[in-house]
C-alpha cells in the first residue's frame, strides 16, 4: 500500500483570506485610502522585518508584546536578531528619520496597510498575523491634529456602517509629569504586593505603568482604587487634553475620558485613545492610538512631536456593514464554445472583451452546451454567447441574457463591439 500523503495545513492563528472574503477587505482599504489621500496623508510601504532592537526600544521591553509575543529570530546562524513587525509606528519613525523626511518639511502625513505578528493566543478577533491600517502624523505639536486622527477614525466607521462606536480617551502626560504619577502609582502598587499577577510583581518596579493594562482579572479587581494619570497632569499637558476635548466636541464626535486607559506600548505620551465597539465581543478594541512626543528622538532623529493610530483591519471586516457577497464580481459574459473551431475565436473574443473592460469567461475544454450553461449559471454570469459551427458558417452568435432569458443574434463581424453595446 502507498504511504499516505499528509496534507500540510496553515499556523495555528494564521489565516487565509479566500475570494468572496477579499472583496470586503478592498472595500474597506479602498474606502480608507481615499479618505487618508482627501485629509492629506501620503502612503508609505515599510518592510514586514527589521532589527529586533527598533520595537525593543520603542515599544518597550517591559511590554507583553516584546517580552512574549514576537517572532524573533537570527537572521542566518550567529547574525543579527531580527523580527517580524508586531506593530508599524516604529518602522514608519525609523524611515522618517533614515531618509531625513524631515529635511524640506518636518510636517509629515503618512498611512500604510499591511499584516502585523504578534504570538498571542488565538481565538475569535486575535489573531498571530493580522492586519492594521495606520495613519501616523509628524512634526505637530497641537491637539487637534490628534483630534483630526479620530475624526478620520469616526469618519470612516460610520462611511463603513459599523455602528456603535465608542471613542475612550485619556492623557498620559508627558516625562514632567509622569514621574510625579510613577511615584504615586508605585506606592499604590507596593501596597497591593500579593494580589497581583506575576508578571506585574515583576514589572511593577521597572515599568509601573504597565501594570494598569494588565488583563488578569485579579490584578484588574485590585487596581480599581488605583491613582489616575489626570489628576497628576502638569499645566502643559492638561491644557493639551482640555483643547482636544474641546475640538472633539465641536465637531460632534462623542467621546468619553477613561481615566484607565493606558494602551499597552510604552511609547504613548499626553492624549491616548481607543474606539470600542460592542459588537466585538470580548475583543471589542477596534482601533487605538495616541500621541508618542519623545519616539523619533528615542530612535535617534531629531526632536519632533508624532501622533498616530491602528485600525484592526480584521475585526473592522468582521462588522463592517457590507456583506462580502454582495461585492463579488461575476462575468458579464460566458462564452459557451462548441468545436475546437469556435473555442479558438471564443478565445480571441474572451481575451479582446477582457481588454475592453468586459469581464468575460469561457469553457477551454470540450463540454457539452449543457453543462456549459450550468457552469455559467454556477459562475452568475449575466449573459452567455453560444457558438458552434452552425454560428460560424452564418456569421451570426447567439447572445443570451440569462435574466430575462431573451435571445438575440448578433453579427460575428465586430462581434466584440457588437457585444459591449448589447449589454452595457
Ligand atoms: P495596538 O497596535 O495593540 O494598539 O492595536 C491596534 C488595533 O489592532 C487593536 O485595536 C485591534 O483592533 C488590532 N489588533 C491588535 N492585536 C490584534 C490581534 N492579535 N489580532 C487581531 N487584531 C489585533
Redesign the pocket.
Known amino acids: 500500500m502507498g504511504k499516505e500523503i499528509r496534507m500540510i495545513q496553515l499556523i495555528k ?1 494564521f489565516k487565509d483570506i479566500l475570494p468572496g472574503e477579499v472583496e470586503l477587505w478592498q472595500q474597506i482599504e479602498k474606502t480608507a485610502r481615499s479618505l487618508f489621500e482627501d485629509f492629506g496623508f501620503k502612503e508609505i510601504r515599510i518592510p514586514i522585518m527589521e532589527r529586533t532592537e527598533l520595537f525593543a526600544r520603542s515599544i518597550g521591553e517591559d511590554t507583553d ?1 516584546v517580552e512574549k509575543e514576537m517572532y524573533t529570530f537570527p537572521d542566518r546562524k550567529g547574525g543579527d536578531l531580527i523580527t517580524l513587525r ?2 508599524a ?1 516604529a518602522s514608519v519613525c525609523r524611515s522618517y528619520i533614515q531618509h531625513k523626511l524631515y529635511a524640506t518639511d518636518p510636517v509629515r502625513k503618512f498611512y500604510t496597510i499591511g499584516p ?1 505578528f ?1 504570538r ?1 493566543r ?1 481565538q475569535k ?4 498575523q ?3 491600517i495606520n495613519a501616523e502624523i509628524f512634526g505637530v505639536d497641537s491637539p487637534l491634529v490628534d483630534v483630526e486622527l479620530i475624526f478620520i477614525l469616526v469618519t470612516l466607521f460610520s462611511k463603513l456602517s459599523v455602528s456603535d462606536v465608542n471613542t475612550r480617551i485619556n492623557s498620559l502626560g508627558c516625562p514632567e509629569c509622569r514621574p510625579m504619577f510613577k511615584t504615586a502609582l508605585s506606592d499604590f502598587l507596593t501596597s497591593l504586593n500579593e494580589k497581583l499577577c506575576s508578571d506585574c510583581v515583576r514589572r511593577k518596579d521597572r515599568n509601573p505603568l504597565r501594570v494598569l493594562d494588565c488583563k488578569v482579572p485579579s490584578c484588574r479587581a485590585a487596581m480599581t482604587d488605583a491613582p489616575s494619570i489626570p489628576d497628576y497632569l502638569c499645566p502643559a499637558c492638561d491644557q493639551h487634553f482640555e483643547t482636544t476635548q474641546t475640538a472633539l466636541s465641536a465637531l460632534n464626535v462623542p467621546f468619553v475620558v477613561d481615566k484607565g486607559l493606558v ?3 510604552d511609547y504613548y505620551t499626553r492624549t491616548t485613545f ?2 470600542q465597539t460592542s459588537a466585538l465581543g470580548a ?1 471589542n ?5 495616541g500621541r508618542y512626543d519623545g519616539l523619533i528622538k528615542a530612535l535617534g532623529g531629531p526632536d519632533i512631536p508624532a501622533t498616530g ?8 471586516t468582521e462588522i463592517a456593514g457590507s456583506n462580502s457577497t454582495d461585492l463579488v464580481k461575476t462575468p458579464d459574459i460566458f462564452i459557451a464554445a462548441l468545436g475546437e473551431k469556435s473555442r479558438s475565436l471564443a478565445f480571441e473574443w474572451n481575451c479582446a472583451l477582457c481588454l475592453e473592460g468586459v469581464k468575460a469567461e469561457m469553457e477551454f475544454g470540450d463540454k457539452s452546451l449543457k453543462s456549459q450553461m450550468k457552469r455559467a449559471h454556477r459562475l452568475g454570469a449575466k449573459h452567455v454567447l453560444i457558438v458552434g459551427d452552425n454560428e460560424i458558417r452564418e456569421g451570426k452568435v447567439m447572445l443570451r441574457d440569462m435574466k430575462t432569458k431573451d435571445q438575440v443574434s448578433i453579427p460575428i463581424e465586430q462581434v466584440v463591439e457588437n457585444i459591449k453595446a448589447k449589454i452595457s
Open positions: 492563528g508584546i508586531p506593530e509606528t502585523m504578534r498571542e488565538p478577533g486575535r489573531y498571530r493580522f492586519y492594521q494602551r499597552g506600548l481607543e474606539i475583543q478594541a477596534i482601533a487605538g492610538g493610530f491602528a485600525i484592526g483591519l480584521d475585526r473592522l
